[in-house]
């Protein structure tokens, strides 16, 4: 591809949200030149995932973001099942008090918005690290000596960009996977689910309110989640599902938003409403993660819905395996093939039986309506929650503690 030395060596990253970020810098750890691109002139602010489980905790760590995490983020060790219907709490489940608790006994509620912000701080302190925003890709085209893209700049004008590797993290729609082919096979939840951030303290519920509560019911199931907010000052999440024939605008009006709230939580004066956003919810994965010198990491690869908070965990495990590998091959000579299979091996792994079996099961025991079904499930929480070994196997699956070490563990 006429490439010289420096676009030889180098690994373009498309999409700098939280899983783009974190390659990017875990690849510059080990002294590989990157080149990041995002179609945006700067980093969205929309708070999706805030959710990080132990095994990426340990990443964060040992990418130098953990203290980071700490200051902006909210450390949360327990977690709780509620019923909604009766309002009583159905299971407490605690990581600290777990027999062999991980290194990071707690869920780290730090928002993407801020991971994406604070990597992106230091790639810019960074001399073997390039951002270009504004940028967006618009073709690909790849031989046996590299890859080059196509993209669009702010002012219009096209531009060619070479590199050894390209890595599409461009998010669930992603450019790179249309591009290259790869088929997106699972399918597409018939509600989507209403995201609502709010000021309202929710502790006043009393004790059974913990920073994560997972709200069962038949008709409006419900996730409280608590995070620190732009401000620091606590912000809180509910996310709900809606019914298939409700409009936008039924559904986003001021008031429609007050009554789902107030229906949740009955309080005197009305709710203090930060953002509303409904998102389409969807189940897929890449039918492949690498194809020729073009890889796939994070929403690119696969979609999950978010209860239960996995999607952006497990596209930052992507991450950490893809660098490790793209380090072995572009640094120490290793042969490509072999190890770009084995990171699909595995991390398909890690979608296909953690990710999306768990994300499934979460969404499905919180909304069942089959009254004996849902007796059965709650019943079965609450006595994980109070069974030593149920409790702790029931965290190793909800954190992703047993699926990251499953998908290290393939060949
Ligand atoms: C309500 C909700 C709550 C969630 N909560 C959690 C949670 O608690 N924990 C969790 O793990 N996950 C959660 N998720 C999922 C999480 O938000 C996603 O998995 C995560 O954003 C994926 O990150 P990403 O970097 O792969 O993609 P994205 O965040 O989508 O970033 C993709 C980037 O690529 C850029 N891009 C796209 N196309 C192009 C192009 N052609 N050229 C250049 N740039 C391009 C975009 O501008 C964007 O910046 C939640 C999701 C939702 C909807």
């Known amino acids: 591809m006429g490439q010289d030395k420096a676009t030889r060596d180098r690994v373009l990253i498309i999409g700098a949200g939280p899983v783009g970020s974190v390659l990017a810098l875990a690849l510059r750890r080990q002294g590989v030149p990157i080149l990041l691109i995002d179609q945006l002139a700067a980093p969205e602010r929309d708070c999706r995932a805030a959710s990080c489980h132990p095994p990426t905790i340990a990443i964060l760590e040992e990418l130098g973001l953990l203290e980071a995490g700490l200051e902006q983020g909210l450390v949360s060790p327990v977690f709780h099942y509620l019923d909604r219907v009766t309002g009583e709490r159905v299971g407490r489940f605690a990581l600290p008090e777990m027999q062999q608790p991980p290194a990071h006994a707690y869920v780290l509620q730090w928002e993407q918005y801020k991971i994406a912000d604070t990597v992106e701080a230091m790639l810019n302190a960074d001399d073997g690290a390039r951002i270009e925003r504004s940028t967006k890709l618009l073709g690909i085209a790849q031989d046996e000596d590299g890859v080059a893209a196509i993209v669009e700049r702010a002012d219009g004008s096209t531009d060619r960009l070479d590199a050894a590797y390209l890595v599409g993290c461009d998010g669930g729609r992603s450019t790179v996977r249309k591009l290259s082919g790869i088929g997106f096979d699972g399918f597409t939840w018939p509600e989507r689910f209403i995201k609502i951030d709010t000021r309202h303290d929710f502790t006043a519920l009393g004790p059974k309110i913990s920073n994560r509560n997972y709200f069962s019911d038949p008709e409006e199931w419900m996730n409280l989640f608590k995070a620190r907010g732009e401000d ?24 429609a938003i007050e009554a789902r709230l107030q229906k949740f939580c009955p309080k005197p004066g009305s709710y203090e409403v930060v953002t509303v956003a409904l998102y389409n919810v969807h189940q897929r994965i890449a039918e492949t993660f690498n194809k ?120």
């Open 292 to 411: 020729g010198r073009v890889l796939l990491a994070g929403d690119a690869a696969h979609v999950n819905n978010p209860v239960g908070g996995m999607g952006m965990n497990g596209g930052i495990h992507d991450a950490m395996n893809l660098a490790a590998k793209l380090g072995d091959i572009l640094l120490r000579g290793a042969e490509a093939l072999p190890l770009l299979d084995r990171y699909t091996r595995q991390r398909r792994k890690g979608q296909v039986d953690g990710v999306q079996a768990q994300s499934i099961a979460n969404k499905q025991t919180l909304g069942e309506k089959d009254p004996v079904v849902r007796a059965a499930k709650l019943a079965e929480i609450r006595r994980a929650s109070e069974t030593p070994d149920l409790h702790d196997a029931f965290i190793r699956r909800s954190c992703m503690i047993d699926s990251f070490a499953a998908a290290n563990a393939i060949e």
């Open 232 to 255: 620091g000052s606590g912000m809180w999440r509910a996310v709900s599902p809606t019914l298939p024939e409700q409009t936008d605008d039924a559904l986003l009006s001021p008031a």
